[in-house]
């Protein structure tokens, strides 16, 4: 009886070593590709402060130009609005800049 009782428990045991063996296996796997992502991430996170960086020549070319592109149409605007309050006369192409 014993040893019958014996053999089943050394089979339930040799299932569970079998299926922790399975998850560790599963958890390996999922840490891997955890890490993996956690990599990719940080890369595509400096790519992007690279690219966004106010140090960027390119992005320092279009901030620049946006920000002249707000000041002149401010500045036009102002122009335009003295122009007809009559406190101040435009040329033809101030005028059409304006437009």
Not at 74 to 89: I, Q, S, Y
Request: proline share 2%.
């Amino acid at each position: 009886m014993s040893s019958s009782r014996d053999r089943v428990e050394d089979t339930y045991e040799s299932q569970n070593d079998q299926r922790l063996d399975e998850l560790h296996s599963k958890i390996r796997t999922l840490r891997g590709i955890t890490t993996d992502i956690h990599d990719d991430v940080e890369r595509q996170n400096l790519m992007l402060d690279d690219t966004v960086s106010p140090w960027n020549p390119v992005f320092s070319r279009y901030l620049s130009s946006q920000a002249l592109r707000v000041t002149v149409s401010a500045h036009l605007e102002l122009l335009w609005h003295k122009h007809h309050e009559g406190r101040v006369k435009l040329s033809a192409s101030v005028k059409a800049l304006a437009v």
